[in-house]
């Protein structure tokens, strides 16, 4: 009887870390929206700052998969073909796909659009797990889906109302984005838990290093890389913590409270991108973010009953 409260303990302290794991990957993960805006001011296209930023990386990536691989046996052991194989099509989805589209959305609407589209993710998952996995899917998604994209349209038309001429074409860039994350957060669960994070991100990190790279030399020069020192100081704040540190914290999070709780958790993600936008990007705020951000915090957030009832 006395092992229950340990249990009981154990299990608290896990989704409390969880939680605190899920905001911290949300925070920083929410400081790429900026950092590539600035990027885009100085002239280097999404390509290159795509590459720049994963190659950064990746040698983090690989030193971070040799230490997990030596000091975790058991969770190495399972490491199959078919494991590989489906880690490595997640990191194509989550990593490089939805980065991608992400990048390129933000040379055509504002970093606070673009945060509060991706933002409508947790809808995407709630849908995506009843299809493939028949979660219980209830009236609450539906009136989450009204409210998120009232909010989102608020922001639409406002960017309309501004002259916006590639409004359309970014918007569903970066929704394209936010529909291939949810695939990757649906799909990752079973592997975390099977692989643990650091094995499971670090190859699906790598992988997309791998997908950016050959899009990198088949379309560019290596001249590309000529840029100016700012951008190499964005691209290795981009890579280390905004991409590294943050996918490590997101797949622990999935890991202890699972992808539905772990989507919620981001909604300080979106006030956080909108406040650093205004203050250093200049961009604008008013009624209409106001009541946008309001509402898609608050049809998101109607999910958060859901998970706690699963």
Not at 93 to 112: C, K, N, R, T
Not at 152 to 159: D, M, S, T
Not at 254 to 277: E, H, K, L
């Amino acid at each position: 009887m006395s092992a229950t409260p340990h249990n009981n303990k154990k299990r608290q302290n896990l989704q409390v870390s969880g939680f605190l794991f899920a905001i911290a990957g949300t925070m920083l993960f929410s400081l790429k929206s900026i950092f590539i805006k600035l990027a885009f001011i100085e002239g280097v296209d999404t390509t290159t700052l795509m590459f720049l930023r994963m190659t950064i990386a990746f040698p983090l990536y690989i030193l971070v998969l040799v230490y997990a691989l030596k000091t975790r046996p058991a969770k190495a052991a399972k490491l199959n073909s078919r494991n590989i194989a489906i880690t490595i099509s997640l990191g194509f989805f989550g990593y490089y796909l939805a980065s991608y589209l992400d990048f390129e959305s933000l040379h055509h609407i504002s970093a606070q659009l673009e945060r509060l589209v991706l933002f409508t993710y947790p809808i995407i998952v709630a849908i995506l797990s009843w299809i493939f996995f028949r979660e219980k899917i209830t009236i609450k998604v539906f009136i989450s889906m009204i409210l998120s994209y009232a909010g989102v349209g608020f922001l639409f038309f406002n960017e309309a109302g501004a002259g916006n001429q590639n409004l359309v074409q970014g918007t569903m860039l970066v929704a394209g984005a936010a529909f291939f994350f949810s695939i990757y957060v649906v799909f990752s669960k079973a592997l975390i838990s099977t692989l643990g994070s650091l094995i499971f991100t670090s190859i699906a990190m790598s992988t997309a290093v791998v997908y950016i790279t050959i899009q990198f030399f088949a379309t560019h020069n290596l001249s590309a890389l000529n840029v100016n020192p700012k951008v190499w100081l964005l691209s290795f704040l981009l890579a280390v913590f905004c991409t590294l540190i943050p996918s490590f914290f997101s797949a622990e999070a999935i890991n202890r409270i699972g992808a539905t709780r772990m989507s919620i958790t981001g909604s300080i993600g979106p006030v956080f991108t909108i406040f650093i936008a205004v203050v250093f990007l200049g961009e604008d705020f008013g009624w209409e973010h106001v009541v946008g951000l309001f509402l898609v915090l608050v049809g998101v957030g109607l999910l958060k009953t859901k998970s706690h009832n699963e």
